[in-house]
């Protein structure tokens, strides 16, 4: 009976927290979208959307309005399930990777200590990467069904950019997977937290410049944002697509930029970890709960810096050609990454063992 | 080849340098350039709230004039109608009754004046030609419409505020140029 109790609880504690992170990143891809207007706005000297509500701050909210309203179309010729498919995929797996990244360390409700990560597995590394590639899927998917060869042609860009990027993308996490030695997303930021350790970025700065690179291009940013080319494709896989549906693949871009700006921030700036503090000294004195939150909050404005990266560099670099993009990334990220992960197997090693010679 | 100008500029086609092929200090200068834009102040006038400040000889809106009594200036002579280049006015004239002398100067009236703003070119023709002083063109522009029969101005959009009844609101159409005479 007990066992039962207890069971519930966590079913209950888990779907809270489900639901919680999943309004949490609705929530900020929608103001992604005014920021990025805004920001945009202010680095082209003009002012950004500021009619709707106190700064335009109900933007999102007339968008999102906007977007119901517009008349559902979808072509004949289309594959219709496929059609419909297409957005749905992009948004699941857009949302799914929030699912094991850690986002403060523990509460205490009700005299019951709750991780606040919905998932602490294992092999937290590759269930990111797993979802990331079916990502691609929501692109192939909605392009193809859409029966336009203009669609067609930027979901196979699409998908072949983000196979090129995923390569170098993982060649260097590998390299920051040998320094932690887990794959635990958990693990990695605990050893980023724990006194005397150092954030990943200090050892890793060229996985991180490579893995910031292929975030651009897994989430079809600019300066790799071709299979929306909108001068070249038309308007991309999405073209054929109005209404919500294409509310979601945009909204699904956002959300995507988000989860990759948290897991930049999880892997090399610390996660949760609040800079220049002793984490474990600050929850003796202020309590874990005030601590978690201060925690979240952390890790929030570590992603809110590098969301507005995103956004500083698509307002600032043009697009890149289609063969330099491939060129860029299979013959200069992955080069470095591989270097980058000699380079660090062997200082691994030598701590390790000693030098040998 | 001799040089027309010595403005001119060859194109550098030089190999890249290693430093250039590295993209990343370009980048990073572009980025330093948006950032900074980021920060500048911004040139935008907030246009209901705010409005750009016209020059004293914008050509705006037409008013039709009123003189100090609040008697229609306009005599229907037509002279502006026939000066306007681009055949924007169109007047129905009619005679003044008795008992009307508080409303209309002249023994001539408009009883129908129409000027389609879509067609004028505010060259301020009209003002020049109109004998009576009844036609003044104003520091405001045509607010936007939804129809093109909303841009066609008859005589009470065009006619100004009575001085006696609101002496306010006319104060505020005379505007700032035509106080001065
Ligand atoms: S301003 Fe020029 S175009 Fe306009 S009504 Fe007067 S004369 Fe005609
Ligand atoms: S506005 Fe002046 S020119 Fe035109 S009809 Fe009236 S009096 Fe004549």
Not at chain 2, 37 to 50: A, D, L, S
Not at chain 2, 59 to 64: A, D, E, M
């Amino acid at each position: 009976m007990i066992q039962l109790a207890i069971d519930l609880a966590f079913v209950l504690e888990k779907a809270i927290l489900i639901g919680g992170i999943i309004s949490v990143s609705l929530l900020v891809a929608m103001y992604s979208t005014w920021a990025e207007r805004k920001v945009a706005g202010f680095m082209q000297d003009r002012l950004g959307p500021n009619r709707a509500g106190p700064f335009g701050l109900f933007q999102p909210l007339a968008d999102g309005l906007k977007l119901f309203m517009k008349e559902e179309i979808i072509p004949n010729a289309s594959n219709k399930f496929l059609f419909i498919l297409g957005p749905g995929l992009a948004m699941m797996t857009a949302m799914m990777t929030s699912a094991v990244i850690p986002w403060g360390k523990q509460i205490e409700i009700f005299g019951r200590t709750v991780d606040l990560q919905i998932a602490d597995i294992n092999i937290g590394i590759l269930y990111i990467f797993a979802v990331l590639s079916m990502g691609v899927y929501g692109i192939m998917i909605g392009g193809w069904a859409s029966n336009n060869k203009f669609s067609l042609l930027a979901a196979l860009r699409g998908a072949s950019q983000m196979i090129s990027y995923e390569l170098a993308m993982g060649l260097s996490i590998i390299a920051l997977l040998m320094l932690t030695g887990s794959l635990s997303l958990k693990t990695i930021v605990e050893l980023q937290s724990a006194s005397g350790g150092w954030w990943n970025i200090v050892y890793q700065p060229l996985g991180f410049l490579i893995f910031i690179v292929c975030a651009f291009a897994e989430c079809n940013r600019t300066p790799f944002d071709l299979p929306e080319a909108e001068n070249e494709l038309n308007f991309g896989y999405h073209q054929e697509y109005s209404s919500m549906k294409l509310g979601f693949y945009l909204f699904a871009e956002y959300i995507n930029m988000f989860m990759s700006s948290v897991l930049m921030a999880t892997l090399y700036f610390g996660g949760y970890d609040i800079p220049f503090v002793n984490d474990a000294s600050l929850i003796e004195s202020m309590g874990m709960n005030m601590v978690a939150v201060l925690q979240g909050l952390s890790l929030f404005l570590k992603a809110a810096f590098f969301i507005f990266v995103f956004m500083w560099v698509r307002w600032t670099i043009p697009r890149f050609r289609y063969d330099q993009l491939m060129h860029l990334g299979w013959k200069v990220m992955i080069p470095l990454a591989l270097i980058n992960m000699l380079i660090t197997a062997i200082v691994v090693l030598i701590k390790e063992n000693g030098w040998p010679f | 080849m001799q040089m027309l100008t010595n403005r001119s500029k060859a194109v550098d086609r030089h190999p890249m340098t290693v430093w250039e092929k590295m993209y990343l200090p370009a980048i990073a200068k572009g980025m330093s350039i948006t950032l900074s834009h980021f920060f500048k102040k911004k040139p935008t006038i907030n246009y209901p709230e705010e409005t750009r400040p016209f020059s004293p000889v914008f050509r705006g809106l037409h008013i039709l004039n009123r003189d100090e009594e609040g008697r229609e200036n306009c005599t229907a002579c037509g002279l502006c109608a026939v000066a306007c280049p681009a055949e924007a006015i169109t007047m129905e004239a009619a005679e003044r009754k008795e008992g009307e002398e508080h409303l209309y100067r002249e023994e001539k009236y408009a009883a129908k004046y129409e000027i389609n703003m879509l067609r004028c070119i505010f060259c301020g023709l009209c003002e020049e030609a109109c004998p009576k002083d009844a036609i003044y063109l104003s520091e405001t522009f045509a607010p936007s419409n939804y129809k093109r029969e909303g841009f066609i101005y008859g005589k009470n959009d065009l006619l100004i505020p009575d001085p006696k009844k609101e002496p306010e609101l006319y104060q505020k159409a005379v505007g700032e140029r035509a106080r001065k005479k």
